[in-house]
């Protein structure tokens, strides 16, 4: 532990187009942070293997997200792609399934 507190732990959470199941996932993530007062303790973002940069969340996964109480603003604002730099910045990399899984692999090798 540093003298400014515990090292934040990074975790990347990946699908195909970051624009639905990757986003809801950090931004569910962030809420249950949040509620149990943990928010601080972690870097949380999402990205995609084949992301086009920029576009927003998918409205149903915000509409999951409202139903659910979650702050669609943790679901972020805009898609990208991961970057080879994700791997250093990030302790733990969730990819959504094994096709993503595979991506990232040939993406990042």
Known sequence: ????GPKRRGVLFVCHANMCRSPLAAGVFLHLLAQRGLG????VDSAGTWAADGIPPHPLS?????RRGIDVALLGSASRSIAP???DRFEHVVAMDRR???DIELTIA
């Open 85 to 87: 730099g994700d791997l």
């Open 100 to 102: 993503n899984l595979a």
């Open 62 to 66: 915000v509409d999951v997200a409202r």
């Open 1 to 4: 532990m540093s003298a400014s």
């Open 40 to 43: 601080e303790r972690f870097d």
